[in-house]
C-alpha cells in the first residue's frame, strides 16, 4: 500500500504563489514508492479531473501540461520523500482540489487511470 497526503492548499490572489507538497509512504508489491512515478492533477467544480504534472523518482524528469508550463515547478525530496509543486504567477482558473497520485505501472503519465494510489486532495483557490 502506498500513502500519499497533500499539504499547502489555500486561498491565494491572482499572479501570487503557493507550495503544495505531497508526503509519500509504503511500499507495494515488493517495489518501494521511490520507484514511481508521482503525478499532480487537479478538479475544479463541475470539470473533470485533469493532468498537472508528473515527476519521476528515479531520474527527475518531468511533464507537464501545457496551460501550466513556465509556472508550476514539480521536484522531489528523496531524502525527505516529499514531493512538490511549486505553483507560481497563479490564476484564477488554476482553482480546484489538488491531487498528488502515484503510478505504479507503466500507462500513460497525463491519464489519471494510470495511476493506483491517490491523496484526499488540497483546496486552491485564486482569486481574481
Known amino acids: 500500500q502506498v500513502h500519499l497526503v497533500e499539504s499547502g492548499g489555500g486561498l491565494v490572489q491572482a499572479g501570487g504563489s503557493l507550495r503544495l507538497s505531497c508526503a509519500a509512504s509504503?511500499?507495494?508489491?515488493?517495489?518501494?514508492?521511490?520507484?514511481?512515478?508521482i503525478g499532480w492533477f487537479r478538479q475544479a467544480p463541475g470539470k473533470e479531473r485533469e493532468f498537472v504534472g508528473a515527476?519521476?523518482?528515479?531520474?527527475?524528469?518531468?511533464y507537464y501540461t501545457d496551460s501550466v508550463r513556465g509556472r508550476f515547478t514539480a521536484s522531489r525530496d528523496y531524502t525527505k520523500k516529499m514531493v512538490y509543486l511549486q505553483m507560481n504567477s497563479l490564476k484564477p482558473e488554476d482553482t480546484g482540489v489538488y491531487y498528488c497520485?502515484?503510478?505504479?505501472?507503466?500507462?500513460?503519465?497525463?491519464?489519471?487511470?494510470?495511476?493506483?494510489?491517490w491523496g484526499q486532495g488540497t483546496q486552491v483557490t485564486v482569486s481574481s
Open positions: 497520485a502515484a503510478r505504479i505501472g507503466s500507462g500513460t503519465y497525463y491519464n489519471a487511470n494510470s495511476y493506483d494510489f
Open positions: 509504503g511500499e507495494t508489491f515488493g517495489r518501494t514508492f521511490l520507484t514511481y512515478l
Open positions: 515527476i519521476s523518482w528515479s531520474g527527475g524528469s518531468t
